[in-house]
């Protein structure tokens, strides 16, 4: 398993820009299995769910593959399997999504439930009961989910909570329902917007996405299509920490500006000089950073997706930082680790203190996910001597190249193969 070793006390420098959104581009490649045509997909990140997701796609029969560096073609002419199998979604929870569109398409699906996770729960009921309601017959078997429906219908659906996953499993399976359905309480995040805009490109009649009202009429056919995949708001948010955290100076390309409006906001709370540019923005911090609250919330609130990398910000501003995580119930297994590199963090429920400015100290450090893993990186840019990142596979799920990015900016940073 690959390390990643860290040494600190560097600001960061330069320019660097932002690769297309991984949490967008999931979905948009699933959803090439409602057309027999072929859909070509541009900016799509060379991540390792990227790859996990064409495995899945050609596992079901469809030919997914790289025509270029960034460029996925798909031609889902036939389905030759019904079935998501274990072994792909309990690596990759978004492979569910496949489950309306193949029900769409084929009118029978079966696909394995993910299992819990190392951030929470995360339970699909939202999914099963939407699926449910737009006429398919759902039964749980040895661990799969077993649908079928024959048409599927048009209906009301009401989220319990604004499920990103559930909203695009959703809307991919109505968008080939008989009729008209309405998702309320739907999630607003951009990446269901991006979704919206691929569904539309293939022919689907959806409006409303990005609020919390979508509303889709049914059709018979999608037909083939391209799109271009939206920037990654959170590789763009991560990367603006990095340069506040090292006290640096960087240029992001790619920012999707538009789309993190709570994230600069609380930056610039934070005492983070944050300057639109052509097309990015320019992050800066010279003097002391500010202690903040901070609360996780559905889009267009604070992403939890950057909860943990704020949180290791956090640990050098002067005073007293309270951060509260309201999307995932067990999401701070990254402040164990910041703890280990000299943090002052108690957590009590949902809520984590933390008292700075702390003097960070390299150490071998481990996380349990993605974006903890991140914000492990992100101490390490901060702390003195070295630290080694274990389980480095996930950041590759999630971050393109990212070393690579890092030390184009200065970062001392490097990746060690191990056998
Ligand atoms: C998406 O996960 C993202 N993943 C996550 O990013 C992100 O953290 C999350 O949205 C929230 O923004 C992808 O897009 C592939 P949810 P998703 O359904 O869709 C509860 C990352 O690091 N819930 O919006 O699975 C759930 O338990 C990842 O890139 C139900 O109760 O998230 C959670 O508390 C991690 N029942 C809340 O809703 C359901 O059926 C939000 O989850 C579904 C969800």
């Not at 990227?50 to 593959?65: F, I, K, P, Q």
């Not at 630290?387 to 070393?403: N, Q, S």
Request: charged content about 20%; glycine content about 10%; hydrophobic content about 45%.
């Amino acid at each position: 398993m690959d390390k990643m070793i860290i040494r600190g006390g560097k600001p960061l420098r330069g320019s660097v820009s932002v690769s297309g959104s991984k949490n967008t581009a999931l979905p948009i490649l699933i959803a090439a299995l409602l057309t027999d045509e072929p859909v070509r997909v541009r900016n799509v990140p060379r991540l390792r769910d990227v790859t996990t997701t064409l495995a899945l796609l050609n596992e079901l029969g469809a030919r997914a593959r790289w025509t270029s560096d960034h460029e996925v073609e798909i031609r889902a002419q036939r389905i030759t399997s019904h079935v998501a199998p274990y072994e792909l979604v309990k690596t990759m929870r978004a492979s569910f999504l496949v489950l309306g569109p193949l029900l769409a398409r084929e009118g029978i699906a079966r696909v394995s439930t993910p299992g819990g996770c190392a951030i929470g729960t995360r339970p699909v009921n939202l999914h099963i009961s939407g699926i449910r309601a737009l006429g398919a017959k759902i039964q749980l078997r040895n661990g799969y989910v077993e649908a079928h429906a024959r048409t599927l219908k048009g209906a009301r659906i009401w989220l319990d909570n604004p499920s990103v996953g559930a909203t695009e499993n959703l809307m991919m399976a109505a968008v080939r329902a008989s009729g008209h359905t309405q998702i309320e309480n739907a999630a607003r995040e951009p990446e269901i917007v991006d979704l919206a805009a691929m569904l539309g490109a293939m022919g689907a009649q959806i409006s409303g996405a990005g609020t919390h009202v979508i509303e889709i009429d049914g059709v018979e056919r999608l037909h083939g299509a391209e799109h271009e995949v939206i920037p990654d708001r959170i590789e763009a948010g991560s990367l603006m920490v990095a340069a506040a955290i090292t006290g640096g100076d960087v240029t992001i390309g790619n920012a999707p500006l538009n789309h993190l409006e709570a994230v600069t906001a609380k930056l610039a709370e934070a005492g983070v000089e944050i300057t639109p540019t052509n097309g990015g923005v320019r992050v800066r911090r010279e003097g002391n950073l500010k202690p903040i609250e901070l609360r996780t919330l559905p889009y267009p609130g604070f992403p939890t997706d950057l909860q943990a990398q704020m949180m290791a910000l956090l640990t050098q501003a002067s005073g007293t930082s309270v951060i509260t995580e309201t999307i995932f119930e067990n999401r701070f297994m990254h402040a164990l680790e910041l703890i280990r590199m000299g943090a002052d963090i108690l957590m009590k429920g949902p809520t984590a203190v933390v008292r700075g400015p702390a003097k960070l100290e390299g150490a071998p450090v481990m996380a349990t996910d993605l974006r903890a893993s991140m914000s492990l990186i992100l101490a390490g840019l901060a702390a003195e001597h070295a630290t080694e990142l274990g389980r480095v596979y996930h950041l590759d799920r999630g971050y393109e190249a990212l070393d690579v990015k890092l030390a184009a900016l200065g970062a001392q940073i490097e990746r060690v193969k191990e056998a």
